[in-house]
């Protein structure tokens, strides 16, 4: 049987026709174009041809019924000698396919998008079908409303977004998140509190957040867009850092954010996987060892491109032994030719400990964190409220969507606490900024559970320090 329907596709409709498969098959040699033998005359799956999006056979035991076949168009005339009267004009109207859901006809080959999954109009034996692709698509109306069905016991709304218009969840799972889960960075050295009284104080600590707190209030970097790339894993490195930088007394940030391009384009190959994600290990090393560039002189473009070109900025010898030596680049050669950019470096990153009072400790005093999260098809969707996985129970519901998830890396800004709709019992959630703009959630921003989603499981930090301060601390030596 010609196979010319994937695993993920399944018939939508199907339209019995009177018209005969040869009655309209395009004429063109099959067998009669395989070098010899042209025809086989014993069973073997090796003497075939390629058929539109699958093969057809030239051996004696191909099958040509009325319902199904999966002999080549010229099998009859070619291998058995048979006559045959095939016109060579498009088939019938009455061979063509008919969308129930719009009453639109299309032709036989004809194919069109319903949202994120492409229809098409082809042919099993004298039927014609309409052949639809059933991935699971980000803005699907049924996963929209089982969600919002759910109200107010979830505890969170669900919203299309435009960006995510024709965008199967498989596709963006790979690009609009990006962290490859790293289970090695669970063996750095974690970071212990400066005071122990003050680690305990944090229980009793039910809310906070870094973007009122009045000494750090304006120095916190806002919300970016990762556009169509999967940077998460570096995006969030660059962010973390220069919120811990702005932090240091005495240290004057650049208005311009750190550049996200300079890591992607210029780490190892094996930090990445184009992109489709990184591991932010490499990116917390990279900053460590060359340092990073602000975006003004390392422009971002992957988010819009869609892939990771070559490094555009490199650093010579003697610039990595002053980088080692806490010491300041000057006259930097940007890749945008500004004069106004500039080179940031910083000390190693450490792990904060995977529990919630650890993660309020750091946040507290020392500023925001990275931490990496697993991301169900229903995140893409989050409008407002405290999210949480599993919490819809859609999965369940729809077993085929059930390993739907990757990973993303955000950073943590806060904490606070509401009321669970369902047990009406009080709930923590983190205060978490994404990188999808400020279109996204509340204004790029979203609230998670404490303990959901993994959320807590891989956090990173890093000392607020440049080379700037490391210089001053040396001169006081």
């Not at 058995?80 to 019938?92: D, H, N």
């Not at 070109?309 to 680049?329: G, P, V, Y």
């Amino acid at each position: 049987m010609i196979s010319l329907l994937s695993a993920t596709i399944f018939i939508l409709s199907l339209n019995v026709i009177t018209c005969l498969y040869a009655e309209w098959e395009e004429v063109k040699p099959y067998c009669g174009a395989r070098p010899n033998p042209q025809c086989c005359v014993s069973r073997d799956d090796n003497c075939f041809m390629p058929y539109y999006d699958s093969r057809c056979y030239c051996d004696t035991f191909c099958f040509r019924g009325i319902d199904n076949h999966d002999c080549c168009p010229d099998h009859d005339a070619v291998c058995e000698g048979k006559k045959t009267t095939v016109p060579v004009t498009a088939p019938p109207k009455s061979c063509n396919c008919i969308d129930a859901s719009t009453g639109r006809e299309y032709s036989l080959g004809e194919s069109f998008k319903r949202d994120c999954n492409l229809c098409r109009c082809i042919t099993l034996g004298h039927q014609t079908t309409l052949s639809c692709e059933e991935d699971l698509c980000i803005n699907n109306p049924d996963l929209i409303s089982h969600i919002n069905s759910q109200q107010p016991y979830i505890g969170w709304t669900a919203t299309p977004y435009d960006k995510f218009n024709g965008v199967k969840v498989k596709d963006a799972l790979k690009h609009y998140l990006g962290t490859i889960p790293d289970r090695s960075l669970r063996t750095m050295v974690d970071n212990a509190p400066h005071d122990t009284g003050d680690y305990y104080k944090m229980e009793n600590v039910d809310s906070f957040d870094v973007r009122t707190h009045p000494p750090w209030s304006a120095r916190i970097r806002g919300i970016r867009d990762q556009g169509k790339c999967g940077v998460s894993w570096a995006l969030s490195t660059v962010d973390v850092a220069a919120d811990r930088l702005s932090l240091v007394q005495n240290i004057t940030i650049p208005k311009d954010p750190f550049s996200v391009q300079n890591i992607l384009s210029c780490t190892d190959q094996d930090a990445k996987q184009g992109c489709e994600g990184g591991r932010i290990a490499y990116a917390w090393g990279f900053i460590k060892d060359r340092g990073v560039v602000t975006e003004d002189c390392y422009p971002y473009e992957s988010g819009t491109t869609g892939n990771i070109d070559a490094c555009k900025f490199h650093l010579s010898e003697n610039e990595l032994n002053m980088i080692s030596q806490h010491r300041k680049l000057k006259s930097i050669k940007c890749p945008s030719n500004t004069n106004k950019g500039e080179h940031f470096n910083f000390g190693p990153a450490y792990r904060v400990r995977d529990e919630a009072l650890s993660i309020k400790y750091e946040i507290h005093f020392r500023g925001p964190v990275q931490a990496t999260m697993r991301v169900p098809p229903e995140f893409f969707l989050y409008k407002s409220g405290v999210f949480r996985c599993g919490g819809s129970s859609y999965q369940n519901q729809n077993p085929r969507y059930a390993d739907l998830a990757a990973y993303h890396s955000v950073r943590l800004l806060g904490w606070g606490v509401s009321t669970d709709p369902s047990t009406k019992q009080p709930e923590s959630y983190w205060i978490v900024a994404n990188s999808w703009g400020t279109g996204w959630g509340e204004n790029g921003y979203f609230h998670v559970r404490f303990g959901s989603c993994e959320i807590e499981e891989t956090v990173i930090a890093t000392y607020g320090k440049s080379t700037d301060v490391l210089k001053k601390k040396s001169r006081r030596q």
